[in-house]
């Protein structure tokens, strides 16, 4: 991202730069001082932070003059009450009141939202034309890519055919109100996994509260300002980003880097209807108790990791290794029948290295029978048992 600074104050300008190329390693930025220097500048920057007064620019010429070039703004000033009244506020992204160094924190902020944004969908749902337009003019301002919809019927449609990050809903609707769109959507998705914001008027608060008690993660009452908008909407992904990255690392074995059994439980099972062919392999590391007795505990753990990172340098993107416990291992493959999946395992064994000079094997069961995840699993494991008892290195698929 390449930023232009506009702004005449020295010591602010630099503090400014400072910020941005310490924080924000995605961005490039220059400074300049003056409107005249800004007609002579290549208008090549993807955001301008713009001082709102210039000596050669004391009612905002400048930003009238980017704005008019169809680039992103966002202004800083110190005259907060003569900016409300500038004609040109409802079409910059934000303002920033430089009445604090400590707010540049929150511009360096904002920013980085704004560089993430722009791989977020938005789903704005509504049956008024004006309020969809309203909407979808501000968030596409700070860099969402904006779906939207006249009714929650509509909006299910786009869920189910689009990889939807935030949904914001009206309330009352024709065909599908927000209410039953919500419950709709949290009988498919957690409040962690598609946030949702509900937008209400005054005389709509009992029903806003019900919508709160059926998952809804936030509100916006009617009618909203604008930075009210990007506050809300800002902070909640924020939120929601956490939290998907707390949940990401909960599901990682810290060891292999390979997904553990709360991954198994929470997320396989709820895809394993997806694909009507699928493969479930066990595996297991031959003789890992005496490698460990043998070199110790620490080539034990090398030696897992060697096999994860074979597995997976081996399998498709679209497939799962998961540590199911201890030197056992599970690979979900969609799409797959197990006698594809054993060619797979064929090229795993040959793949396999020795780890500071220990060669290892390991047996696998292979299953693409079953109804269900646990079924399919208890195939498979059984498979393994029988490939350990009649001599290990074996892959046995039925």
Request: proline share 2%.
């Amino acid at each position: 991202m390449k930023i232009l600074i506009i702004e005449d104050n020295e010591i602010y300008s630099k503090l400014l730069k400072k910020n941005i190329d310490k924080y924000l390693v995605f961005a490039q930025s220059d400074v300049i001082k003056s409107f005249s220097e800004l007609k002579n500048n290549p208008l090549k920057y993807d955001l301008y932070l713009c001082d709102y007064i210039l000596p050669d620019a004391p009612n905002g010429e400048h930003i009238d003059y980017i704005l008019d070039k169809g680039k992103e703004v966002i202004v800083l000033t110190q005259y907060e009450k003569e900016f409300k009244e500038a004609s040109f506020k409802e079409k910059i992204i934000d303002y920033i009141v430089k009445d604090d160094f400590h707010t540049i924190e929150y511009l360096i902020r904002f920013i980085k939202r704004l560089y993430k944004n722009r791989n977020l969908n938005v789903l704005v749902v509504d049956d008024s034309n004006s309020m969809r337009k309203y909407l979808r003019r501000f968030l596409e301002k700070i860099a969402f890519n904006v779906f939207d919809a006249c009714n929650g019927a509509e909006a299910l449609n786009i869920i189910n055919e689009n990889d939807i990050d935030l949904v914001i809903t009206d309330l009352n609707m024709p065909v599908m109100d927000g209410e039953e769109l919500l419950i709709n959507i949290r009988e498919k998705f957690s409040m962690s996994d598609l946030p949702v914001i509900i937008l209400s008027s005054n005389n709509q608060n009992q029903k806003f509260l019900k919508t709160l008690k059926l998952g809804a993660n936030d509100f916006l009452q009617k009618p909203f300002l604008k930075e009210e908008l990007i506050l809300r909407v800002n902070n909640l992904l924020e939120v929601y980003e956490n939290m998907k990255k707390i949940k990401k690392q909960a599901q990682i074995d810290p060891l292999t880097g390979a997904y553990n059994r709360l991954f198994l439980e929470n997320l396989l099972e709820k895809v394993f209807n997806v694909n009507q062919t699928k493969s479930i392999v066990m595996l297991d590391i031959d003789h890992f108790k005496k490698i460990n007795d043998t070199y110790g505990h620490q080539i034990g753990d090398e030696v897992l990791k060697h096999f994860v990172n074979t597995i997976k340098a081996t399998i498709r993107k679209t497939d799962f290794v998961i540590r199911y416990g201890g030197e056992e291992f599970l690979i979900y493959m969609p799409d797959t029948s197990k006698e594809e999946a054993m060619i797979v395992l064929y090229k795993i064994r040959k793949n396999l290295t020795a780890v500071n000079g220990i060669e290892y094997t390991f047996s696998a069961g292979i299953a693409d029978e079953g109804e269900t995840l646990s079924e399919m699993i208890k195939i498979a494991d059984e498979r393994l048992y029988c490939a350990k008892r009649s001599g290990r290195n074996k892959i046995i698929i039925k």
